[in-house]
Nanobody, 111 residues
């Protein structure tokens, strides 16, 4: 069992930065892959970035070079730079390829 709580969302101007954090509680956190997903209004939820237990990362093409995922003992982070209006969405943290989800945090980028 993994319990996930996201934080760090908010409103930012285009070109700005935000860092999201996902605090995880659960014995399996350290051994499962973690991911950040997002869902914009009227669109399907999409994978933004993922990180394995060993630290290997993977990014959606639309965020590559701007977003960076990392993890430590019990938290996974998403550093978002050079934000664009199209990054506006609810961002969700997920464990083990979607077996567990956080409640989501809103990110709004104003142009």
């Amino acid at each position: 069992q993994v319990h996930l709580v996201e934080s760090g969302g908010g409103v930012v101007q285009a070109g700005g930065s935000l860092r999201l954090a996902c605090a995880a509680a659960g014995s399996i956190f350290s051994i499962v892959p973690m991911g950040w997903y997002r869902q914009a209004p009227g669109k399907q939820r999409e994978l933004v970035a993922a990180i394995t237990s060993g630290g290997s990362t993977n990014y959606a093409g639309s965020v590559k070079g701007r977003f960076f995922i990392s993890r430590d003992k019990n938290t996974v982070y998403l550093q978002m730079n050079s934000l664009k209006s199209e990054d506006t969405a609810v961002y969700y943290c997920a464990a083990n390829s979607g077996d567990y989800w956080g409640q989501g945090t809103q990110v709004t980028v104003s142009s």
